[in-house]
């Protein structure tokens, strides 16, 4: 599995991969925000997207997903820390997009994704995770079937595993 922010540098990692003799079957995930004008690409290139904030983004990959690929597995970004700098939907709101995401054709909703504000106070950021991991249980509970939680990055993976993290995205680990 591997995680992109920047789609133009990950076309063309897909594309040089996808040309190798015997190598695995790469699950590509794209992480970062997403813009109007870069859906298409998204729609026929990735197996994951963990940055859904609004429905006109979902409607977009819907539609330009080709119908002979799996569903595209979906994330909604959750803003779990309130920064306006930061993108992803208000806890409150996510409800209703997710209500929105599930009636589409060709996606999948999977789960909650958040990125919370770095901080050294580690009370918080176990606090911000359970927070999500919440969240997604109510809406577990109100009928979506919801699998994943994208949560946690290298300096903060402990914490978010231990609240339930299913996907950790750990770049700087391993690559420094």
């Not at 992803?88 to 409800?95: D, F, I, L, S």
């Not at 109510?138 to 290298?154: I, V």
Request: charged share 25%; proline share 5%.
């Amino acid at each position: 599995h591997f995680g992109e922010n920047y789609l133009q540098e990950s076309v063309a990692k897909i594309a040089a991969l996808a040309g190798v003799p015997n190598a695995p079957d790469l699950t590509w995930h794209f992480i970062g925000p997403i813009q109007s004008n870069k859906t298409r690409p998204i729609a026929q290139n990735f197996q994951w997207v963990h940055t859904i904030d609004r429905e006109k983004i979902a409607l977009r990959l819907s539609e330009q997903r080709d119908v002979h690929l799996p569903a595209l597995n979906l994330c909604i970004e959750v803003n779990v820390s309130g920064e306006t700098s930061k993108s992803g939907v208000a806890p409150e709101e996510v409800e209703a997009l997710a209500t929105q995401i599930v009636r589409l054709p060709r996606l999948r909703l999977r789960g909650l994704m958040a990125i919370p504000e770095p901080t050294s106070d580690a009370a918080l950021t176990h606090r911000r995770f359970a927070d999500l991991r919440q969240l997604r249980d109510r809406l577990n509970e109100r009928g979506f079937a919801m699998d994943t939680l994208s949560m946690g990055m290298s300096a903060d993976m402990e914490a978010a595993i231990a609240e339930g993290a299913t996907m950790v995205r750990i770049g700087t680990a391993i690559f420094g």
